[in-house]
């Protein structure tokens, strides 16, 4: 059970307003006020406001504060008198109500006052009608936040996951071709004893040769139970097993590393998704993939993909980027004019960006901004220097029944940036 510091919280028991040994700033008089502005001596102004007025937070004394001196705070003459004003003024316009919400750059909220704070930095403020409206909005959003962080983290996890399990066998798949490649040792043996076949008598556990391959002398376990051609084809038949593994190894390898490289595509699309919208087309995605069995995932099956980000260059081109493989798939292979500017990071898990109306050609800013999207939105985004390729859109092909967003391209060049989130924010349309 909780326990509260001030009162005693019991079913039935009658509540009292606790007792607070500070001045209510909606009935104290001016010259008390003077007086206590007074009594402050060496005590820091902003704690000193909220431990001798009631309801005044540090924020709250940091707008007063604000008002009172908007360059910085800094101690002046008759400071009682003057800052006991903005303390009155303050207090007697809150009649005006104007609830306002705070909001980050990615739009989340992170602050909400009862009337219009100008101490508060901001990427952008929306204005209510009532505190009630405000209040409703700001956890509404801190909950679909939750929601969302949840969402990604159930699908990440899953990913990871898979990508765990997908490595673990691909270490198996190296051991196997590595084993594999002992193969032509016992195609080797295997004609030595052919070679060497008279020479074996019955009841030979060894046989004493020169090794083809080297020149040198080598010497052979024989199987007394076996005659000596049977011996060889037990070589012979170890080499064709080893063989035909290795062909079926490599081509599932390869398959194992396709799926690998989605899946960390996913990981990349996953991070840099914004809206709950986002997350289920990633959903839907590895549903499509077998990844995942969830009802939402068919029954997005027959939506559009939500739009990528849109930017606009230095100089003036528009660039697009996918934010999930689903749309780097339309992006890419509907979207794009056959002359415009494709990018993507260079071997590196990220997404597809395109500079529209390019016509084949570009001018170096709008490229190298171009690029360096393409490394803030991949794998490699915490990285100082990465490679991006970029060719025209008619170089990039995909492969039937690739995974979505998996293509092949030609006919590029390579670039090296560095990630920079800041351009990103800079040059994107929200």
């Given at each position: 059970?909780?326990?509260?510091?001030?009162?005693?919280?019991?079913?039935?028991?009658?509540?009292?307003?606790?007792?607070?040994?500070?001045?209510?700033?909606?009935?104290?008089?001016?010259?008390?006020?003077?007086?206590?502005?007074?009594?402050?001596?060496?005590?820091?102004?902003?704690?000193?406001?909220?431990?001798?007025?009631?309801?005044?937070?540090?924020?709250?004394?940091?707008?007063?504060?604000?008002?009172?001196?908007?360059?910085?705070?800094?101690?002046?003459?008759?400071?009682?008198?003057?800052?006991?004003?903005?303390?009155?003024?303050?207090?007697?316009?809150?009649?005006?109500?104007?609830?306002?919400?705070?909001?980050?750059?990615?739009?989340?909220?992170?602050?909400?006052?009862?009337?219009?704070?100008?101490?508060?930095?901001?990427?952008?403020?929306?204005?209510?009608?009532?505190?009630?409206?405000?209040?409703?909005?700001?956890?509404?959003?801190?909950?679909?936040?939750?929601?969302l962080e949840k969402k990604r983290g159930v699908l990440s996890k899953r990913v990871s996951k898979q990508i765990e399990k997908l490595s673990s066998i691909l270490k198996k798949q190296l051991d196997t071709i590595e084993n594999a490649k002992k193969a032509e040792k016992y195609k080797n043996l295997g004609d030595i004893i052919t070679a060497n076949i008279y020479r074996i008598k019955k009841g030979m556990r060894t046989l004493q040769a020169e090794d083809f391959s080297t020149g040198e002398g080598i010497t052979i376990a024989l199987d007394t139970r076996l005659s000596p051609a049977a011996n060889a084809q037990k070589n012979y038949k170890r080499y064709n097993k080893l063989k035909s593994g290795l062909d079926i190894t490599a081509k599932r390898m390869m398959d194992n590393n396709k799926e690998i490289a989605f899946l960390e595509s996913v990981q990349v699309s996953l991070v840099s998704s914004e809206t709950m919208d986002e997350l289920c087309e990633i959903e839907y995605e590895l549903g499509k993939a077998g990844i995942l069995k969830t009802a939402s995932a068919s029954v997005r099956a027959t939506e559009k993909p939500s739009v990528p980000h849109q930017f606009v260059s230095s100089d003036g081109y528009t660039i697009y980027a996918g934010k999930n493989n689903r749309q780097n798939d339309t992006l890419t292979m509907k979207t794009a004019g056959a002359d415009d500017i494709w990018l993507h990071t260079k071997d590196i898990p990220g997404a597809h960006v395109l500079i529209s109306g390019a016509k084949g050609?570009?001018?170096?800013?709008?490229?190298?901004?171009?690029?360096?999207?393409?490394?803030?939105?991949?794998?490699?985004?915490?990285?100082?220097?990465?490679?991006?390729?970029?060719?025209?859109r008619?170089?990039?092909?995909?492969?039937?029944?690739?995974?979505?967003?998996?293509?092949?391209?030609?006919?590029?060049?390579?670039?090296?940036?560095?990630?920079?989130?800041?351009?990103?924010?800079?040059l994107i349309i929200r």
């Open positions: 059970r909780s326990l509260s510091r001030v009162r005693c919280v019991l079913p039935s028991l009658a509540y009292e307003t606790p007792i607070s040994t500070k001045l209510n700033p909606l009935a104290i008089s001016r010259p008390t006020l003077v007086e206590m502005l007074g009594k402050r001596k060496n005590q820091k102004i902003k704690a000193y406001l909220s431990e001798f007025l009631q309801g005044v937070s540090s924020q709250t004394a940091e707008e007063i504060l604000y008002r009172y001196m908007p360059q910085g705070y800094a101690a002046q003459p008759r400071e009682p008198e003057k800052l006991g004003e903005v303390i009155l003024s303050f207090f007697s316009g809150l009649g005006d109500l104007e609830p306002a919400m705070y909001l980050q750059k990615d739009g989340m909220p992170f602050f909400y006052s009862p009337v219009r704070y100008g101490s508060i930095g901001a990427d952008a403020v929306i204005i209510y009608k009532c505190a009630n409206e405000m209040a409703d909005s700001y956890y509404m959003k801190l909950k679909e936040k939750e929601m050609n570009v001018p170096d800013i709008t490229l190298l901004e171009a690029a360096t999207i393409a490394a803030t939105l991949s794998k490699a985004r915490n990285s100082l220097k990465v490679p991006v390729d970029y060719t025209q008619k170089n990039v092909r995909k492969p039937g029944g690739a995974k979505p967003g998996m293509v092949v391209y030609d006919g590029y060049n390579t670039i090296l940036v560095s990630p920079d989130k800041s351009l990103f924010e800079r």
